[in-house]
């Protein structure tokens, strides 16, 4: 995570992203000072990227190909007719992709009440990385009309120690996807720094804009295009914006969470379409809109909840005693404390979701306080605590020796609390 005690030294706020390789010579950045880094780091962190990227491809493809047959629909379509009435056939069949049979696969399977319990327990044991759910197993003892017997239940548990091919894959594109975010995260503080040095001295030699929008238009992350929508709305773009917005829903398979937080954000980038199509600016929401806004920012800190709240607390001076998060750098909007003072902070934690372990990255500017990092389970009590001794580092927080839930990390420069999220743990 990347963190700013002060106004003074912050650079310009910028939402959680993972980032990508430009193909030409970057232009974004000058020789001189003004970039974070130098041009040769740079280049070293875009080649680095590009290397994790097509290992991550190549793997990825690999791995498309080698589950479920490489066709999930056709094999759920055999299935539900070709095999809907052939308990063998449809054993045979899922016995042969082992183990590389999806949890979806298993659950057609197990809720297609075609199997008996023997066949779909020996199925369900070939395919551990697709049981290591425990919904899914009490699925498979209480939610279908043939249920698997309690010591089938315990053996299939005891499997999820069983390491496979395809664990390896998984496991080594989550690290690879891991390092992705690191890299790319690194590559985009470094151009809105610039920006933000560019802006504050009124320069115009440099524009960062279409950099940074590569790079968020390529990396496939929510989080990038999230904050690409951001930029595309603050240069007046709605159309590519609104574009965007709605591509997500296709292009991305959202969590429980992540699809609440999506449908608060249409509702905060409606809010701000209708002013901006209408003629009116940010000064003149009406009372209803107000009331709009202050339910979406009165919602949990998420990123849609965080957005409404810098926007109320910039524009109408309603201020929220949470709302130290930061978001999108192009936006025009910082992030606000109760007080008005600006707590520009990047952040990155990745994995998150977390299962055995997460990277923080963060960067402080006022190294003349007592920098720490806490991160609470959500009783409140503290878990773990690091004093950060440098500016710039990483703290990598083991989660295997925490119990599965959310989490919370909290950051404290001198005696201020300035930024916060969540990290959730998974095992």
Not at 72 to 90: C, E, K, P, Y
Request: overall charge negative.
């Amino acid at each position: 995570m990347n963190y700013h005690c002060t106004a003074a030294d912050a650079p310009a706020a910028t939402f959680n992203v993972a980032i990508v390789t430009n193909t030409g010579e970057n232009e974004c950045l000058p020789h001189g000072n003004i970039a974070k880094i130098s041009n040769s780091e740079m280049e070293n962190l875009v080649q680095e990227y590009d290397s994790l990227e097509m290992a991550f491809q190549n793997l990825s493809y690999v791995y498309s190909q080698t589950m479920d047959g490489g066709n999930r629909a056709v094999l759920l379509s055999n299935m539900q007719t070709g095999w809907q009435a052939n308990a063998m056939q449809m054993h045979t069949g899922l016995m042969a992709l082992s183990p590389y049979v999806s949890q979806e696969v298993l659950y057609e399977a197990a809720t297609s009440n075609i199997l008996p319990p023997a066949m779909l327990f020996a199925i369900c044991m070939a395919n551990p990385d697709a049981t290591r759910d425990m919904e899914f197993v009490n699925t498979l003892q209480n939610g279908i009309a043939n249920p698997l017997h309690q010591y089938m239940i315990w053996l299939i548990m005891a499997s999820w120690n069983q390491s496979t091919l395809r664990t390896v894959m998984e496991s080594t594109m989550a690290h690879f996807s891991s390092d992705m975010a690191i890299t790319s995260n690194a590559i985009i503080s470094n151009l809105y720094y610039k920006a933000y040095i560019v802006n504050s001295t009124g320069s115009t030699n440099y524009n960062c804009d279409d950099t940074v929008n590569y790079w968020l238009n390529r990396i496939q992350t929510l989080a990038a295009k999230y904050d690409l929508i951001e930029n595309y709305f603050a240069n007046n773009n709605i159309t590519a914006a609104q574009n965007l917005l709605t591509s997500m829903q296709t292009n991305f398979t959202m969590s429980a969470d992540q699809q609440i937080t999506y449908n608060k954000y249409v509702a905060y980038f409606n809010l701000r379409k209708a002013l901006i199509q209408g003629g009116h600016n940010y000064y003149e929401l009406t009372t209803t809109q107000i009331d709009a806004m202050t339910n979406l920012a009165s919602t949990d800190d998420d990123y849609a909840a965080i957005l409404a709240q810098n926007f109320l607390c910039y524009y109408y001076n309603i201020c929220f005693e949470n709302a130290t998060q930061t978001v999108g750098n192009r936006s025009g909007l910082g992030s606000f404390s109760n007080q008005g003072n600006l707590n520009s902070t990047l952040v990155k934690v990745a994995p998150n979701p977390a299962k055995e372990f997460t990277i923080i990255t963060y960067t402080v500017y006022d190294a003349s306080s007592e920098n720490v990092l806490f991160i609470n389970d959500i009783s409140g009590r503290v878990v773990k605590q690091y004093k950060l001794q440098q500016q710039q580092g990483e703290i990598i927080w083991q989660t295997t020796d925490v119990l599965p839930g959310l989490y919370f990390y909290t950051l404290k420069c001198g005696n201020k609390f300035i930024a916060s999220g969540k990290i959730s743990v998974e095992k």
